[in-house]
């Protein structure tokens, strides 16, 4: 292993934490960095009181700053707010308009953590960065293949946001936590006297505030002066009847049960959304199965393109416990077509569909319309 | 690894004479300066030693200094105390936060006044905006930027036959170019301690003789009732022992550090492509404002830290992440190009030796950031 400069993106979190302090407690030379993302002053209606678990927000600059000063790192926070904006935010909210329903944490991933920050952190003369995810990196000695792994602490896996990694991003990052699991990076960070060992996980996507995206959207028109009214549309059956009306189909996501204020004898939930009529389509819980789907921007990890249909387990949500299928090439590289064992439940555009074999990680993409 | 600083125009280290007469004052004058008793008059006269020391440095009486907690306050102080409902502001885009948000907070009409490329306000500019209501203008008098200085005394000279009151920010010049409020003509004048090699906490407003001030704090009757509070004696002191200093050597020191500034100004051009300076003529002798065009200042800031040497990009905002300069982008840079820009700022603690280092660690990381920029890639 290299012995340069190593810079760790610290978001103030226990698990970044525990990995600047191991790493340095390695006897690794190390940088702490955080990403000035978002600034939680924007959008003021939708801010609560409650300012913790939400990246960038001043208390976790605050206790990353203290993280670094108690394990004797030098440490800078780095303004990516521009760039997060047109990378994360914008395409997040055009997702949902185009009535599918996004990852941010992935195109973070993708545009901004493995990709400037990677780029910052060699500008400022670190040749690699370590980064607090649950996941591993390792190398097939034979193809010289950088390969992706699940975590061993399956609870807290996040290689489903990770599939958008390529292998010169994967040659220069670390995953110190991949090989952990949550118990024991408290336990490490207990141990090497982190002020933030006892504090809380966030969850929510970082920049929407209590995890109500469409409240978000809402307030982020708004914000350019856009009425919400122009979003309004009708909800119908698969029979095209209209069964009544909504505010913006940026409220709905397939498999969605709640918030459709129609009254029906049997459940009815999203199976749908149309952006150029602005239409939402609902049906019952058997109009939700899928046999099978087309994954766009396919981006392959652990092994080289497929050629010929291989058999894998497949996940189709952050959630989903990976299911039984067949993928098969498509008409170029980055199109790949899975078909499922059994159909599953909603299977909802904007998504990513990640293949895995095992623990390995083989690739993703996007799940298409 | 050996530390090289060169951002005096944020703080300036604490010199030797300073803390020689601060440690004693720590230790031996408690009394507080409002009291009868002896300890109480010691205080005093410290005190008022102090404020001659000051006066003397900007050339005006010792009863015409209010002393406050530093350049923010002076200019709160003076804005917040000289204006009234109804009335109008002049000043520039160009000025610290410490104006500009005052201003921002006063619930009055304000007029920002432009400044071309060169960062020099046009008095014609400033004759032009007055109003009928206008009741004062604040000009600061050095950038603290790109370290350009403004034509007080010809605004001072419009105010006056205006009468209207003018207040110039003067923390950035005070010791570092020639200063006499009398002679310049203005009714109130900002300085700080820590711009000056005194410590953090302590700064003086000049308020003209018979000018009528609103104070910004109530409480006791402390600095002829505009600065209630107790008197920082301690910071009083280092800031007049700072102020002797600089009225003996700040000359002979300015000219060393154009000196230096030039060499390392002309290093960094010679060196590195594509650089050049933000603002223009007349400026102070300590600093540099210099574009890299291609490279992320911020990155650069932390590549030159890392290597030891203190500089700027920007401004922090609260988590401490540079935001692009309000005055590069007022001066007419883009975005990108502020962005991209670096300032210099020496002080007692240079060398030439510091400043040949310095010149090399510029190079070395341009040349290295430069090699991960496509931008620039596809420029050249």
């Known amino acids: 292993m290299s012995k340069g400069l190593l810079a760790v993106a610290m978001s103030g979190g226990v698990d970044s934490s525990v990995v600047a302090g191991m790493m340095r407690r390695e006897g690794r030379e190390v940088v702490g960095l955080t990403m000035q993302l978002w600034n939680q002053r924007r959008l003021p209606e939708i801010q609560t009181d409650k300012a913790t678990g939400r990246c960038c927000s001043l208390d976790d600059v605050y206790d990353a700053r203290q993280v670094a000063q108690h394990i004797g790192i030098p440490y800078y926070v780095v303004n990516f707010e521009e760039r997060f904006e047109e990378q994360v935010v914008k395409p997040f909210v055009d997702e949902y308009l185009a009535g599918r329903t996004p990852i941010p944490c992935t195109l973070c991933n993708n545009f901004i953590k493995f990709d400037q920050f990677l780029e910052m952190a060699e500008g400022v003369g670190a040749e690699q960065i370590a980064t607090g995810h649950y996941a591993r990196i390792t190398r097939d000695e034979h193809t010289g293949r950088w390969q992706m792994r699940r975590s061993v602490d399956s609870s807290k896996d996040q290689t489903y946001f990770l599939f958008g990694l390529q292998q010169e991003q994967l040659a220069r990052t670390l995953f110190p936590l991949g090989g952990l699991t949550k118990p024991v990076v408290r336990q490490l960070a207990r141990d090497l006297g982190l002020p933030v060992a006892e504090k809380g996980d966030s969850q929510e996507i970082c920049f929407v505030p209590n995890g109500d995206y469409a409240q978000f959207i809402d307030a982020y028109f708004r914000e350019r002066g856009i009425p919400t009214a122009e979003v309004r549309g009708e909800i119908v059956n698969r029979e095209g009847k209209v069964l009544g009306e909504h505010t913006g189909v940026h409220h709905f996501t397939v498999g969605q049960r709640k918030g459709l204020g129609i009254a029906a004898r049997e459940p009815l939930y999203v199976i749908g959304t149309e952006p150029m009529t602005q239409r939402v389509m609902v049906g019952g819980n058997g109009d939700l199965l899928r046999a099978s789907l087309a994954a766009h921007d396919v981006n392959w990890i652990s092994i080289s393109p497929i050629t010929a249909p291989i058999r894998a387990q497949v996940k189709i949500r952050n959630k989903h416990a990976a299911a039984q299928a067949t993928l098969s090439p498509g008409s170029d590289p980055s199109h790949v077509h899975v078909r499922f064992d059994e159909p599953q439940r909603a299977v909802t555009p904007g998504q990513g569909a990640v293949f895995y074999n095992g623990d390995l990680v083989l690739g993703g993409g996007w799940i298409e319309n | ?380």
């Open chain 2, 1 to 380: 690894m050996n530390r090289f600083y060169f951002d005096h125009n944020a703080s300036t280290p604490v010199s030797q004479e300073v803390l020689e007469v601060l440690v004693p004052v720590l230790l031996e004058v408690h009394g507080n300066a409002s009291s009868i008793h002896q300890d109480g008059q010691i205080a005093r006269h410290r005190l008022e030693s102090a404020r001659r020391q000051v006066g003397d440095l900007l050339g005006c009486q010792a009863k015409e200094l209010v002393f406050v907690s530093g350049g923010t306050e002076a200019d709160n102080l003076a804005i917040f105390g000289a204006i009234g409902d109804g009335c109008h502001l002049i000043t520039t885009a160009i000025e610290h936060p410490a104006v500009l948000n005052v201003c921002a907070q006063l619930g009055i009409e304000v007029t920002y006044v432009r400044v071309g490329s060169g960062g020099v306000v046009d008095p014609d500019d400033i004759r032009r905006a007055i109003r009928p209501t206008t009741r004062l203008i604040s000009v600061m008098h050095v950038n603290n930027e790109i370290g350009t200085i403004q034509p007080i005394a010809e605004i001072a000279k419009i105010a006056k036959e205006a009468g209207i009151l003018m207040h110039s920010d003067g923390v950035q010049a005070a010791g570092r170019i020639p200063v006499n409020v009398t002679a310049l003509g203005v009714d109130l004048y900002s300085v700080s301690g820590h711009k000056m090699y005194a410590p953090k906490g302590v700064g003086a407003l000049y308020v003209r003789k018979g000018l009528k001030l609103n104070p910004l704090l109530y409480g006791g009757r402390h600095e002829q009732q505009r600065r209630a509070g107790t008197e920082n004696v301690p910071g009083a002191v280092a800031m007049g022992a700072a102020a002797s200093w600089l009225a003996e050597h700040g000359e002979s020191e300015a000219i060393r550090l154009a000196g230096l500034r030039d060499r390392l100004e002309q290093g960094i051009l010679e060196r590195v492509p594509s650089v050049s300076v933000n603002g223009g003529a007349p400026r102070i002798s300590g600093t540099t404002n210099l574009c890299c065009e291609g490279i992320e200042g911020e990155s650069m800031v932390i590549a030159l830290d890392l290597r030891g040497f203190a500089v700027s990009s920007g401004s922090a905002c609260s988590s401490g992440a540079v935001e692009p300069s309000h005055v590069l982008m007022a001066i007419g840079l883009t975005r990108d190009r502020a962005k991209s820009s670096l300032r210099f700022s020496l002080g007692r603690t240079n060398t030439e030796e510091q400043v040949d280092a310095l010149i090399d660690a510029v190079a070395a990381s341009a040349t290295h950031l430069r090699k991960l920029s496509p931008e620039y890639v596809a420029h050249v």
